[in-house]
């Protein structure tokens, strides 16, 4: 497989270049201001397709043959796009059958990128053609140093509902279920009459009375991902013809639910992601974590590029907040410290027109007389600072489980709860640990797990039997795994286990759960007796070998086991029969913090005490970095190495200012 692009810089720094908005006057202060803010890589040519192709089978590669050699005179490398996500005004004229179809039928109309069903066989043939025609033309030339093919799959047309991809979907079943008999059975397709006579009979999960069957919906998400992934395959193919460099497509983990980015992953030569704050959380930054541990995951522990995030406002939410000074620099660093290559923008120069003409640009409206112009210039020179960084890699003694289909499977309609949601979950027991200090792996529930001295379920209501086996060994080898509520419920099909809940679960955690009780909306349940408190869930928990570490004592099941523990071979399981919230102080017992801490302590998981929930540490390789998303400097003790990006010396302590970010090369001991 191609390596990763070289970049003599060290970590890549830029972002979506757009010349074909502008004048060619214009590409010359581009490139230098370019030069001046540090910029070393930029993605080209993503939206370009109808300026190529402008007839079908007619090519006009003159504008980008001008662009790309005024980048590779100037030293600034290209991450070369394929224009597929946005096809040409001309191949939608021409292609009706591939305009893409919403569940309940509707065409959708063009005038935005996306508007394509990725089933179309036009489509495919087209892509793979304007793809072919640019590695032949760029293959061997000295700017493009990697290949990004289309741009956010699955970003508006995830999944479509057409003949054509009902059609695909059938021939899909085929191969996956062998005949009809097989898909009735994994369907379950007695309930309400619905047996399939043949194959011909089956209709994508279209617009229909609520109670669709859950098993042909969860293989239709899985039919959507293989066709998108079939799309990149043929381009990527096209362009390994001519062309050993790497080859990438920008994820959007973990925004874009419709996709599996673990069947994505083996795909792409590099890992690259888009990540945007959600301007309306209050603690954005630990979501931003999130998402680069998730990213770092899926890429196998591979340092993964950060292909697009913001200099300030995006354009697209309810309320298009500004990042507050500092922040953007704390964005792009914590990216960064988390297994990120890359500091990649949307995008270089602000738009004068279209829908994201009032998103932020390294090159603001403004221009280079503005506070994020010169914040712009000062991350690029840290960034060359931090280029010994590159290449390293993180290590984590905990991994969380994380599982798309899953995801797909709980999110369906009829079940307990509204309230109890997939990220929800995650998300909680991912900020608990975060708030410890604790450096989190994320994998998939059949994964090898024995790098791992503990392991968090938090929302596995999918479960295969595989991968309960693959849990309960974790433990018998002396691992602790934590499971939280309504996880082992149903197969790859959607099909409750047998016996009582939690189905594969049960063994491992020594319990059976006899009856859910959800809780009314906003809801609330005591558990034990030191204030902690329950949302959303409370379950009737009966023991099998397990023991109570905390019961309930409010709600529906007042004097039964919220909190569990069984010991299992050389290992611990513990279940959680609620959800608790992870936001209460250090100090007290009356959160989730306060189980998992346990949980830590027992599987003697490393990490820094007695810091506060502002700062932020990880280490990669022999860099520890600190980053203060609080009001107050924060000493660390246990520090000791030579600051990369002030060059101060460091002998037993760190201090961290307001806001700040500090990255230590540690001494050779440490």
Not at 298 to 311: C, D, F, I, K, N
Not at 405 to 413: H, P
Not at 443 to 463: G, I, K, N, Q, T
Not at 600 to 614: C, F, I, Q
Request: net charge negative; charged share 25%.
């Amino acid at each position: 497989m191609p390596g990763y692009p070289v970049l003599p810089e060290g970590i890549a720094y830029g972002g979506d270049y757009n010349p074909e908005q502008w004048p060619e006057e214009v590409w010359h202060e581009d490139v230098r201001l370019m030069r001046e803010a540090g910029v070393n890589l930029v993605s080209l040519g993503i939206f370009g397709w109808s300026l190529l192709e402008p007839e079908e089978g007619v090519y006009d590669f003159g504008r980008l043959d001008r662009i790309i050699d005024l980048l590779g005179s100037s030293g600034i490398r290209v991450d070369l796009a394929t224009p597929t996500s946005s096809p040409p005004t001309w191949f939608r004229a021409a292609h009706p059958s591939s305009h893409l179809v919403d569940r309940a039928g509707h065409v959708i109309a063009g005038g935005s990128r996306h508007s394509f069903c990725p089933s179309s066989p036009e489509y495919a043939a087209a892509s793979e053609r304007i793809a072919g025609r640019l590695a032949a033309r760029y293959a061997g030339h000295r700017a493009v140093v990697m290949w990004h093919v289309h741009n956010e799959y699955g970003w508006a047309n995830a999944r479509c509902y057409c003949e054509t991809s009902a059609e695909a979907f059938r021939d899909w079943l085929r191969e996956r279920h062998g005949d009809v008999a097989a898909l009735n059975a994994a369907w379950g397709t007695t309930f309400w009459g619905l047996t399939y006579g043949s194959f011909d009979e089956v209709e994508p999960p279209r617009l229909a009375p609520v109670g669709q069957l859950t098993a042909l919906q969860l293989d239709y998400a899985r039919f959507s991902v293989d066709a998108h992934i079939a799309n990149f395959r043929r381009e990527r193919d096209a362009i390994r013809r001519f062309s050993d460099l790497p080859v990438t497509t920008n994820f959007m983990i973990p925004n874009c639910e419709p996709m599996d980015y673990w069947r994505w992953a083996g795909e792409v030569d590099v890992v690259s992601n888009d990540h945007y704050l959600d301007a309306g959380r209050a603690e954005g930054h630990i979501e931003l974590a999130m998402a680069a541990d998730l990213t770092r995951s899926v890429a196998g522990g591979r340092p993964w590029m950060l292909m697009e995030h913001s200099t300030g406002a995006v354009n697209w939410q309810p309320r298009n907040l500004a990042k507050r000074p500092g922040e953007m620099r704390r964005n792009s660093l914590a990216h960064v410290a988390r297994g990120s290559d890359s500091v990649l923008f949307f995008q270089w120069r602000a738009s004068r027109y279209g829908a994201e003409k009032f998103h932020s640009a390294m090159l603001p409206h403004a221009g280079t007389d503005s506070e994020l112009w010169r914040d712009v210039v000062a991350l690029g020179a840290e960034l060359r600072e931090l280029a010994p960084v590159r290449g390293s890699r993180i290590e984590a003694e905990v991994a969380l489980v994380w599982d798309w289909e899953s995801y797909w499977a709980l999110e369906l309609e009829w079940r307990p709860s509204v309230d109890l949601r997939f990220r929800e979950r995650v998300e909680a027991y991912y900020e608990a640990l975060w708030r410890e200090h604790v450096t989190v792996d994320f994998v998939h529930p059949a994964a090898d797990l024995s790098a791992y001295r503990m392991v968090v379920v938090p929302s596995s209501y999918l479960l295969t039997e595989a991968a309960g086996k693959n849990l309960h060994r974790h433990v018998e080898a002396g691992g602790h795994l934590v499971v939280s509520c309504f996880s082992g419920i149903v197969d790859e099909n959607d099909t409750i286990h047998p016996g009582a809940y939690p189905g594969v679960l049960r063994d491992v955690l020594g319990l059976s759960v006899e009856e859910f009780h959800p809780l009314p909306e906003n809801g609330t349940v005591a558990v034990g007796d030191d204030g902690l408190t329950g949302r959303i869930w409370s379950e009737r928990v009966r023991l099998a070998g397990a023991r109570t570490v905390r019961a309930f004592t409010g709600g529906p099941d007042a004097g039964h086991p919220a909190v569990t523990r069984h010991e299992l071979g050389a290992g611990t399981a513990w279940y959680v029969a609620t959800a608790l919230d992870p936001r209460v102080g250090q100090d007290t017992d009356g959160d989730l913090r306060a189980i998992l801490r346990a949980v830590l302590d027992a599987a003697g998981v490393s990490r820094p005490r007695g810091l506060p929930d502002t700062l932020e540490l990880l280490r990669r390789g022999r860099h520890l970095f600190l980053v203060n998303h609080g009001d107050e400097p924060v000493t660390v003790p246990g520090v000791s190495g030579t600051g990369v990006l002030d060059g101060a010396e460091h002998a037993g302590s760190a201090t961290v200012p307001a806001g700040g970010v500090t990255v230590v090369e540690l001494a050779p001991d440490a």
